[in-house]
């Protein structure tokens, strides 16, 4: 059985999306089931990094919508009132959904998951919040048997970024924001990422599925970091801070309601947040009776958002299949697995070695044991005497990446040297 999908933009997201289904070898066997039919673009002369039958591209995306050989259409325009257009368009057309788009979410989910609901049929969004972090999906299912309390996140790479590279390099706002725009991270329109609409997007997206209710973009209180100065910066730091946008759901028990805010705040340099740097996001969910759990991954950019896209239409091709299959089992929740995967050899592996060796403090020892690792192709990072034990000298080595085995052969014959009889090998740690 394979399922049609219309591809709706082929820019950062839809290059890196075509590029995972074009080449499915080694990734899900469904991958094999799903056909790009056609490719919606604005331009069709812009040179493309992936190459497709002729005709598949076009720039009339109303007939990708309305394509009866299309199962599911994949949004991936960006922006608010064509995307709606469209979505609904598909929906009535019959198709399942697939976006990125938590712009058109946030400001419109309620009119398109109310038609969605009446045509019977998916719209899913893992790539909307998180980039490739899986976020929804666990929100939806895995949590499901607790009560969400609070959701804190770094939901927006393009700002995260700019604030890494302010606090670690000192660099100006105007720079980072041209960098981040550079990688793919930014939205066409940085306000969106810099005042915070972004992130409220999807904050907004995340308590709705959290605390099971729809959530009004405009009570959301929102704050970007235009404002903040690198003597902010500073002065967090010497105070034990770090600064973040943080995007906030919290449920208050005792006023029964809940408070949603995105803006800069100091986080505790040891608070799990603090070390989120660059395009990386985290969300940081309190459930009862979990406790905390956090997910953390690639915010944004080609592949990582793509990964998400790809997840949702695993997820959709699935159920079609399901629903076909005589024994109406769901790929996804089932093993098929028939064979056993390959396994690496230890020996064969190649690791990082931490070694520590005692023996009698005498000219030589240091060198010996440089000759012997090199003699057996394995190449040191450093090898340095630290100090005595016991009236023994301390040695301890690192190697770089080297083959288990060569390592192994090089201790059994440091064990069997003639010319340092006493030398003890102490301990043996892989490093990673
Ligand atoms: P891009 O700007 O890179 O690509 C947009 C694509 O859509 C282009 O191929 C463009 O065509 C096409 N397009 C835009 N408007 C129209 C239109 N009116 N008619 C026809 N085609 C149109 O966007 P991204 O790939 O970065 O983002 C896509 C979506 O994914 C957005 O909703 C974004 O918020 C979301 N997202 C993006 C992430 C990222 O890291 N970039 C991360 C997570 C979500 P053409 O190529 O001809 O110009
Ligand atoms: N512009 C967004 C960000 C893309 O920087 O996080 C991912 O949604």
Redesign the pocket.
């Known amino acids: 059985m394979t399922y049609n999908i219309g591809l709706?933009?082929?820019?950062?997201?839809?290059t890196g999306t075509a590029e995972i289904l074009l080449n499915p070898d080694g990734r899900s066997p469904l991958l094999r089931d799903i056909r790009i039919h056609r490719v919606?673009?604005?331009?069709l002369n812009?040179p493309r990094t992936v190459d497709f039958e002729p005709g598949v591209l076009t720039?009339n995306?109303d007939a990708i919508v309305a394509d009866p050989e299309i199962d599911i259409i994949v949004e991936?325009?960006?922006?608010v009132e064509?995307a709606r257009e469209l979505i609904l368009a598909a929906i009535a057309h019959g198709k399942h959904i697939v976006t990125?788009?938590?712009?058109v979410i946030a400001r419109h989910g309620d009119e398109i998951f109310s038609a969605a609901q009446t045509a019977g049929v998916y719209v899913l969004l893992e790539?909307?919040v998180g980039?490739g972090i899986p976020i929804i999906q666990p929100l939806k299912q895995s949590l499901g048997g607790n009560r969400i309390e609070r959701v804190t996140g770094i939901i927006n790479?393009t700002t995260n970024y700019i604030l890494t590279q302010m606090q670690d390099e000192g660099a100006a706002f105007d720079d980072v924001l041209a960098e981040a725009q550079a990688l793919?991270?930014a939205?066409?329109d940085p306000t969106a990422d810099v005042d915070g609409f972004d992130a409220a997007d999807k904050i907004s997206i995340l308590a709705s599925l959290a605390f099971g209710g729809r959530v009004r973009y405009e009570d959301i209180d929102r704050q970007g970091i235009r404002n903040i100065s690198p003597a902010d910066i500073t002065y967090a730091q010497q105070l034990g801070f770090t600064i973040k946008l943080l995007a906030i759901a919290q449920w208050s028990t005792a006023q029964n309601s809940l408070h949603l805010r995105v803006g800069p705040t100091l986080v505790t340099n040891h608070h799990p947040l603090a070390s989120v740097n660059g395009v990386f996001n985290a969300i940081l969910i309190d459930a009862d009776p979990l406790g905390q759990v956090m997910f953390y991954g690639p915010g944004?950019?080609?592949g990582a958002?793509a990964s998400a896209v790809t997840a949702d239409l695993l997820n959709i091709t699935a159920l079609l299949q399901s629903e076909k299959l005589e024994d109406g089992l769901h790929p996804l929740l089932t093993c098929t697995h028939t064979d056993y995967c390959p396994i690496t050899p230890t020996e064969a592996v190649e690791t990082r070695f931490y070694a520590r060796f005692l023996c009698g403090d005498r000219p030589g020892v240091i060198g010996h044991l440089g000759t012997c690792f090199g003699d057996h192709n394995v190449s040191l990072e450093s090898i340095v005497q630290i100090g005595y034990h016991q009236d023994q000298a301390e040695v301890v080595v690192v190697t770089h990446d080297v083959r288990e085995g060569d390592f192994h052969a090089a201790l059994d014959a440091i064990h069997g040297f003639e010319e340092i009889d006493d030398i003890h090998i102490a301990s043996v740690f892989r490093v990673l």
């Open positions: 709706l933009g082929l820019g950062t997201v839809g919606g673009v604005r331009a812009k720039t995306l991936l325009i960006g922006g064509r990125a788009n938590k712009a790539a909307a980039g790479g793919g991270y939205e066409a944004a950019g080609k958002t």
